[in-house]
């Protein structure tokens, strides 16, 4: 299971650095999928995940080196998408931005036992993921002051004034999804873990 998660963590993440349309937004789209894949090595044997969540997570990265190859404003096939004026693959990287880490911060809560009761359990992980989605937001915002019109490819607003709001909705969205839809299968892999 590793080394076919490995492999097509590098596999996506080579295609995804040969000639991208923009290299810093490039590097700043890729740079945590890297992260999340360094903090996965060093984790591993002292935390393992379960199966599940390490299938969430290499999507997640996916859609990082995806967006982060064309840019999220240029990623093919979702131009006027449903007819919208805009490419909206942003949203689908902001949906993965509160479905991938409300599992993980679920099996953190849970296995490190710091909620127990279940409408605490998802009040804090979906609170986790709002928080997570708001400083993204303000990582964006200091990218853009410090490289000023280089940020336009990165931010990814495309002229849509309510950009960074819409981004945490979907984060909100895909973290109600993930607790809606994979809390019994995520529970059942969480037993098999103890």
């Known amino acids: 299971m590793r080394l076919i998660w490995g492999a097509v963590f590098l596999t996506v993440l080579i295609w995804s ?6 290299s810093l937004t490039w590097f700043l789209e890729v740079l945590p999928a890297m992260i999340g894949a360094v903090l996965i090595m060093v984790t591993y044997r002292a935390f393992r995940l ?19 190859h064309y840019t999220y404003a240029e990623v093919p096939f979702f131009d006027g998408l449903l007819g919208a004026e805009r490419n909206n ?3 689908v990287g902001h949906f993965f931005q509160g479905f ?13 036992q710091v909620v127990k009761e ?4 998802n009040l804090f992980v979906v609170s ?13 915002w200091w990218v853009a002051l410090l490289t ?6 990165f931010l990814g607003t495309q002229g849509y004034v309510w950009d960074t709001q819409s981004d945490m909705a979907f984060a909100l969205m895909g973290a109600c999804c993930a607790l809606v839809f994979l809390s019994r299968w995520h529970d059942k892999q969480l037993s098999q873990l103890k």
Request: contains cysteine; aromatic residues 10%.
């Open 50 to 68: 379960t199966p599940l969540l390490y299938g969430l997570i290499l999507m997640h990265c996916v859609v990082l080196m995806i967006g982060g």
């Open 100 to 112: 991938v880490p409300a599992l993980l911060a679920r099996e953190i809560l849970i296995r490190k």
């Open 118 to 121: 279940r409408v605490w359990l």
């Open 128 to 140: 986790v993921c709002l928080a997570f989605s708001a400083f993204y937001e303000l990582i964006e």
């Open 17 to 22: 650095g040969i000639q991208p349309a923009d």
């Open 148 to 153: 000023g019109e280089n940020a336009e490819a």
């Open 89 to 91: 693959y942003d949203k």
